[in-house]
């Protein structure tokens, strides 16, 4: 005889589970609020992936609803790794073939993440040898998605080696695309990349060709609802780039061999100049001369810079006419990656940056912009400026900023002393006219990551100086780690701050390798 211990508990029938399910709350739920829980839950980034899958599994009702649902299988994600067998990558080819089948017909989203080497640096050697398959693999998954290129709405490639990349995009060369809306390629084959690649080759380029076409209406008969582009990283031969009529167009890092050149950048906002609303160049733009025409853009209203050299800028911002910004986004690329101990060097300051500045009064309608965000931008980063240089810096930054009579968000990053101690400052009076404020009406500012003397200096005036300028309803600031230890700042710091702002937010985090917080 058994004992007690050791009987197995009695199983249940399936009419029993069946009954017990059915009777159970859940099970009194409508549908289509079901559905709009489900939908929910499938939004989740990290489970859009196998939530479908999972949903199905519970129940037959539950199945019948998932099953039956094309909407909770039209966003497909997949994340992939080199590894030594392609099991992982067959399993989720058969995910990506059943989120397409049962999609049915609805509109696809494929967002797609890559990685050959990236996860395994130091180690590229010992998984060599599993590329071909890998890219088979590659292949596989693209020749899905080509049957079903008809319904993709929106499209993001991440990839780290452009191997990797054709095998993607070679079966789409050409495939006529009439719902797409957005498509999105980020490159991350080599993050130590400098100003100049001389390994890429041309046939790596093609990899990228898909958006390069003889003109643009053919470019149009094959996407001609596109109208956001996001490349970073891509190069591309920019004279053959053909989308038009595009609301977005985001270029950034392009390694200076493969930037447009001038007349292709032109070229590129002509064709698009009239429906642009959003334009991002970061680190992309050419250090070439423009042609004497200047290009009206007249709904864009958001614009984005990244440079190396403030003649990159001038040059392009003189190009264009942009009556109707209202936000502007600056980022001064070199510093940016810059160690942040050479980032106060004479040798690393561009002069030019007085010019950059002049150039915006003179073409932007700054007195309409609503929002700004200055990344690394340094009117005199000098560690002992002359008394002369520094008032005709605070001059110049004073100026600019009493220009922004409506702007309301202001994010200042990495800020020199000059273009923070500005915002605190009263423009000279000129004959009998009144005095003009920095940004009057600013309610918004975020400080990050910049040096704690700086920030100082201007918390004090801040909140010891008269009070003649409008207070903030909202000031964050982002500091390196440990710079409240440093800093010796105390509770009666943070309770002045919450008498002059509301709400107060510090975020301390380790932002950079080196502390920007040393006294």
């Not at 004497?292 to 990159?312: D, K, Q, R, Y």
């Not at 073409?363 to 700004?372: A, G, I």
């Not at 004073?398 to 009263?426: G, K, M």
């Not at 910049?450 to 909202?474: A, C, E, N």
Request: aromatic share 8%; with cysteine.
């Amino acid at each position: 005889m058994s004992s007690p211990s050791t009987v197995p508990p009695p199983s249940l029938s399936p009419v029993v589970t069946q009954q017990a399910v059915a009777a159970s709350p859940i099970s009194e739920i409508p549908i289509d609020i079901l559905l709009a829980i489900f939908e929910t839950l499938v939004l989740a980034w990290d489970a859009v992936q196998i939530m479908p899958i999972l949903l199905s599994r519970v129940c037959t009702r539950w199945r019948d609803c998932v099953v039956n649902s094309p909407t909770l299988w039209s966003t497909i994600r997949t994340y992939e790794v080199l590894d030594l067998t392609t099991v992982s990558f067959d399993h989720e080819i058969k995910r990506v073939k059943t989120f397409l089948m049962r999609s049915k017909g609805c509109l696809l989203t494929i967002d797609i993440a890559i990685y050959s080497y990236l996860r395994h640096e130091g180690e590229e050697n010992a998984y060599a040898d599993s590329l071909p398959e890998f890219h088979a693999r590659l292949h596989e998954l693209s020749q899905a998605l080509r049957i079903h290129a008809h319904r993709i709405k929106s499209l993001m490639l991440v990839v780290d080696e452009y191997q990797s990349t054709a095998s993607i995009l070679s079966s789409l060369k050409d495939v006529a695309m009439p719902m797409l809306a957005h498509w999105d390629v980020l490159s991350i084959y080599d993050q130590s990349w400098g100003v100049d690649d001389e390994d890429l080759e041309d046939e790596e380029v093609h990899a990228h060709s898909v958006l390069l076409h003889p003109s643009n209406e053919h470019c149009v008969s094959l996407y001609p609802n596109l109208r956001s582009v996001s490349l970073h990283a891509v190069p591309h031969h920019w004279s053959r780039f053909s989308p038009s009529n595009l609301v977005m167009l985001e270029i950034k890092m392009i390694p200076l061999k493969w930037r447009p050149s001038a007349p292709a950048l032109m070229r590129i906002l002509r064709a698009n100049a009239h429906s642009l609303e959003r334009l991002m160049l970061s680190v992309a733009l050419p250090p070439d001369a423009y042609d004497a025409e200047v290009i009206p853009l007249p709904n864009l209203e958001l614009i984005e810079f990244g440079f190396t050299h403030t003649s990159e800028v001038i040059s392009l911002i003189n190009a264009i006419e942009v009556p109707n910004l209202r936000v502007l986004m600056i980022c001064d690329g070199r510093r940016e990656y810059l160690h942040p101990t050479d980032r106060w060097n004479d040798s690393d300051f561009d002069a030019g940056i007085t010019d950059l500045f002049a150039v915006i009064v003179s073409r932007f309608p700054l007195s309409q912009l609503t929002e700004m965000k200055l990344r690394h931008i340094a009117l005199c980063p000098i560690p002992s400026p002359t008394p002369e240089l520094l008032t005709d810096r605070m001059d110049i930054a004073i100026d600019f900023f009493c220009r922004l009579e409506n702007l309301n968000f202001l994010a200042i990053y990495d800020s020199d002393f000059v273009t923070l101690d500005a915002l605190n400052r009263v423009q000279r009076r000129v004959q009998a006219q009144p005095p003009k404020f920095p940004v009057p009406k600013l309610t918004f500012l975020q400080i990050t990551d910049t040096r704690y003397k700086i920030l100082q200096h201007f918390l004090w005036q801040r909140l010891g100086g008269s009070k003649v300028y409008k207070p903030l309803d909202s000031l964050v600031i982002t500091m390196p780690s440990h710079w409240y230890q440093t800093s010796k700042w105390d509770t009666m710091n943070t309770r002045r701050l919450a008498q002059e702002v509301f709400p107060l937010i510090s975020w301390l985090s380790p932002d950079e390798e080196q502390q920007l917080a040393a006294t």
